[in-house]
Every structure is written in structure tokens, then in C-alpha cells.
């Protein structure tokens, strides 16, 4: 027999998932442990069981769908992803990952491989900061990269904790207990859309990735005078989203300027108080993204946007706090896993191109506790985290093909 893909059955399981949604089609919208997310998670577990696979859930909703190997105490193999999706987001971000996996299990069980190494499929809770402030709860947890103490001071914009959001959605247990030893995983592997134009651009089916971007975000509050739109004067003034927008200005040169294509800031939050045609703003909260592949030159970007800051704030005599988030360090990916999907998509005569990731992903953290490479796939014009993000049923199915052959050759 040869690895068939159904690639009819994994489309439609992307259209099924796509419509447990808080928002219009084709906008996907699913954020962590609302109903929506319930509602999405347990209809992967009944997916999950059809396939005969053995499903738990860890105190923070990770969900561990794994399939037997001949030799259970062997470290396994893992692949999976995320289901969670930023409001008015598309189908594909994350949800490639999970059902790509599943249908790439089942159609290793069609062709009667059997793993010597278990292969255990993941849903990784909280991939997307939108709930919670920061991305990636599940696996920085898994990884140990996130204390359960610092875990549990996260809170919603409701003020709920993630305690009381995740016992709330069902889930028991203790956050102590997610943390998984090194060694757990042999080797890891993510299939996912590439969020960028390169692959499309260049015409190659697939993207072998050998480094993940590291991610920082902060939280900036920015408090001026308000005030009478018409009583108060200019020069009377401290309007705090005049301030803002030098900084979002100065955010976006600190970036241009860092001497590489690799640097990237975003301002996508701007809270404007009190938000009135006629009254001057005093205060402006804003959320600041701020990646490179490159450590050193992501902090200094960083340090650039404090020191404009501290100018912006002398000058214009208003206050500009800053809250660090998450300053994480890149990823390097493990030749071991590289390597084994470049023999993958050599097998099926499919050319593929090495390249980075700029977008972070469970991957980045699972990286401290386990080998793991990344496998792209083409999304038209590059978008994600829109509603028109998307991903042909072609591409797809050759990614999970890729994928299934790679995890057959990790676990045999
Ligand atoms: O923002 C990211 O890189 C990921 O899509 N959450
Ligand atoms: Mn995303
Ligand atoms: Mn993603």
C-alpha cells in the first residue's frame, strides 16, 4: 500500500471546525475557554476517539491524543498545534496543525504502520495572547518556560484568573502538574501555514523550518491631561494620543532602522480614554509586538522604543509606563527533525525550501524540552489572522503527507 492523504475528509473537517465559531463566516473567531472553545475542543476529541486514539487533558487543557506505539515507555512523538483562534481570524492558523496531524495518524493506521515509538497528537491551549496577554500559556507551561505561579496571575480583561477560567471550562488538576520532564518527546513536529508570502512567492510546495523568531510584547500606558476639545488651548495641552502617536511612529523606526529585514514592531491595541469627539485624551493604552531572529538585535529594538519614550514623555509632560509581557529567546531547530523531513519530502519527489519562521509557535517552546522542526505550507498572498487567510485542499494534503512520513520515520 502507499501513504494516502484524504484529503476530502481533512477539508471538510476544516469546514466543520471553521463553523464552531464566534463570528461570521468566513471570519473564524475562538478564543480560549469560551463555549466557542468548548464547543471546538470537544468535537476534536470525538474525532480524536474515532481514531482509536487514547485522549487526557492536563490541568491547563492541553490535549494529549496519542496513538500506542509497540514499545508505550519510549519517549514519543509528538505533533500538534492550536485551535484557538484571534477575533476575526481564518480557518487555517493552528487548526492545519491539529486536523493535519490526526489525518496524518489515520493514514499511517490505513497503511498499517505500526509505531514502535508512540505518536501522540497535541491541542496546545491559549496559543494566542487575545485572552490572556501573552501566547503560547499551553506549552510555556508544558515546557516549564511559564511558571504555574506567574500562570496564575494572568488575568483576563474581566479580571478572571486562569484559575477560575480553567476550572470554570472543566478542567482539573493542578498547573504544577502540566510541566513534562525533558525526554518526554524523542522529537517533535509542526505543520503549519507559513503566515508569509515567501513560499507562494517562489513556488515551492513546502518549507522546512530550521529557526523560530523570538517574540517580545509589553503593555503601554500613557496618561496626559484631558480636557474641553474647544476650552483648552494648545499650548495648554498634554493630549496623551498626540503622545501615542509619536511612539507608534517611533515603535515602527526601531524597527526599519535595526540594520536587518529581520526586525518587526507592532502597535495593534490603541485604547483611547475617554474615546469622545470633543474631549482631549488623557489617557492611551497600546500593546507593542516587537520580533527578530536575532536576540540581541530584538532587545536593542526594545531599548529603542524605551528611550523614545522617556524623550516623548519629557517633552510632551505626560507619564509613559511600560509592562513587560514576554521577552522570549529564537528557536534553533534540531537537525535530527530537519533532516528527517527533508528526507520525507525527498521521498515523494516534492521540492521544499529550509526558511525561518517569523511568526512564533508552540514550537518555540516546546524547543526547550524536545528536538523540533516546523513544516510550512503556502497561504495565498501570505495572510493569516484574517478572514481571508487560506490554504488550498493541494497544499494541505501534501503537508500532511509530508508530515505522516516524518512521523512514521521518528517512530518506527
Ligand atoms: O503571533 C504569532 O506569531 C502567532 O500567530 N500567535
Ligand atoms: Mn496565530
Ligand atoms: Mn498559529
Known amino acids: 500500500m502507499t501513504l494516502a492523504i484524504d484529503s476530502a475528509r481533512l477539508s471538510s473537517e476544516i469546514e466543520a471546525l471553521a ?10 473567531t475562538r478564543i480560549v475557554f469560551t463555549p466557542t472553545d468548548l464547543k471546538a475542543r470537544a468535537w476534536l476529541i470525538e474525532r480524536c476517539k474515532e481514531a482509536g486514539l487514547s485522549v487526557r487533558q492536563d490541568a491547563i487543557g492541553n490535549t494529549f491524543a496519542r496513538w500506542n506505539g509497540s514499545e508505550p515507555a519510549a519517549p514519543a512523538v509528538g505533533t500538534g498545534s492550536h485551535i484557538d483562534a484571534i477575533p476575526n481570524a481564518g480557518k487555517y492558523d ?30 496546545l491551549t491559549s496559543e494566542e495572547p487575545t485572552r490572556f496577554g501573552i501566547g503560547c500559556i499551553g506549552s510555556r507551561l508544558l515546557s516549564g518556560t511559564l511558571s504555574p505561579e506567574s500562570a496564575r496571575k494572568l488575568k483576563d480583561s474581566e479580571e478572571k484568573s486562569m484559575d477560575e477560567v480553567r476550572r ?21 513536529v509542526e505543520l503549519h501555514i507559513e503566515q508569509g508570502p515567501m513560499l507562494e512567492r517562489e513556488k515551492v510546495p513546502l518549507g522546512i523550518v530550521t529557526k523560530i523568531a523570538a517574540p517580545a510584547s509589553s503593555r503601554i500606558s500613557i496618561e496626559g491631561a484631558g480636557g474641553h476639545a474647544g476650552g483648552v488651548l494648545m499650548p495648554d495641552r498634554r493630549d496623551a494620543l498626540c503622545a501615542a502617536s509619536e511612539l507608534i511612529l517611533a515603535v515602527e523606526d526601531a524597527a526599519r532602522t535595526s540594520g536587518s ?6 502597535v ?3 485604547d483611547v480614554f475617554p474615546g469622545a469627539v470633543n474631549s482631549i485624551p488623557s489617557r492611551v493604552r497600546l500593546s507593542l509586538d516587537v520580533r527578530d531572529t536575532d536576540l540581541a538585535r530584538r532587545d536593542a529594538a526594545m531599548q529603542a522604543v524605551d528611550h ?8 510632551r509632560n505626560v507619564s509613559i509606563r511600560s509592562e513587560l509581557l514576554n521577552a522570549d529567546a529564537p528557536a534553533d531547530c534540531a537537525a535530527v527533525v530537519v533532516e528527517a523531513l527533508s528526507r520525507a519530502c525527498e521521498k515523494h519527489q ?4 529550509r526558511m525561518i519562521s517569523r511568526a512564533y509557535h508552540d514550537s518555540l517552546f516546546i524547543s526547550r524540552i524536545a528536538p523540533v522542526a516546523m513544516l510550512f505550507i503556502p497561504c495565498r498572498n501570505g495572510y493569516s489572522h484574517r478572514p481571508d487567510e487560506y490554504a488550498s485542499p493541494e497544499d494541505i494534503a501534501r503537508g500532511t503527507l509530508v508530515l505522516a512520513e516524518t512521523l512514521a520515520s521518528l517512530s518506527a
Open 19 to 28: 463553523s464552531i465559531s464566534d463570528a461570521e463566516p468566513p471570519a473564524v
Open 94 to 123: 493552528g487548526v492545519v496543525g491539529v486536523l493535519g496531524g490526526l489525518e496524518a495518524i489515520r493514514a499511517l493506521q490505513r497503511d498499517g504502520f505500526r509505531p514502535r515509538n508512540s505518536v501522540e497528537l497535541l491541542l
Open 168 to 188: 470554570a471550562a472543566g478542567l482539573a488538576g493542578e498547573l504544577e502538574e502540566v510541566q513534562l520532564p525533558r525526554g518526554y518527546y524523542k522529537a517533535w
Open 261 to 266: 529585514i529581520d526586525t518587526v514592531a507592532t
Open 268 to 270: 495593534g491595541i490603541c
Open 308 to 315: 523614545a519614550s522617556q524623550e516623548i514623555s519629557r517633552k
Open 350 to 353: 516534492l521540492s521544499s525550501r
